[in-house]
């Protein structure tokens, strides 16, 4: 009389577990994707004389890039960045600064803000 109940329980509890597994798993189907890691920003502003690492990294560059990708970085972070188009005078004078610094250009005069 004993071996029918625990039998029976036992097909209960594995039913009760096998319910609950499938309504996890298609909670855990049914969740949005992950988004991707978004890149977070540098901390800080600007060194007070300009590095060749900060420089390509206000250009999107390698520290090691040839002039004339040098050039077309500048030319494409300048159009988003020009003050005649809205953008920063700080700014601007900064990415010039990094381009001259990627070319070799510089004076050691720092930025003129």
């Given at each position: 009389?004993?071996?029918?109940?625990?039998?029976?329980l036992?097909?209960?509890?594995?039913?009760?577990?096998?319910?609950?597994?499938?309504?996890?798993?298609?909670?855990?189907?049914?969740?949005?994707?992950?988004?991707?890691?978004?890149?977070?920003?540098?901390?800080?502003?600007?060194?007070?004389?300009?590095?060749?690492?900060?420089?390509?990294?206000?250009?999107?560059?390698?520290?090691?890039?040839?002039?004339?990708?040098?050039?077309?970085?500048?030319?494409?972070?300048?159009?988003?960045?020009h003050?005649?188009?809205?953008?920063?005078?700080?700014?601007?004078?900064?990415?010039?600064?990094?381009?001259?610094?990627?070319?070799r250009?510089t004076?050691?005069?720092?930025?003129?803000?």
């Amino acid at each position: 009389m004993a071996t029918p109940f625990l039998a029976g329980l036992a097909v209960a509890a594995t039913a009760l577990a096998g319910r609950y597994g499938i309504q996890a798993w298609q909670a855990f189907k049914a969740r949005p994707p992950k988004p991707p890691q978004m890149r977070k920003f540098f901390e800080g502003g600007f060194q007070p004389t300009m590095t060749r690492r900060e420089a390509a990294q206000i250009l999107g560059l390698r520290e090691n890039a040839p002039p004339d990708k040098v050039k077309e970085a500048h030319r494409r972070v300048m159009v988003a960045n020009h003050p005649d188009a809205g953008g920063s005078h700080y700014l601007a004078s900064k990415i010039n600064e990094a381009k001259d610094v990627m070319l070799r250009k510089t004076k050691g005069g720092g930025s003129a803000f």
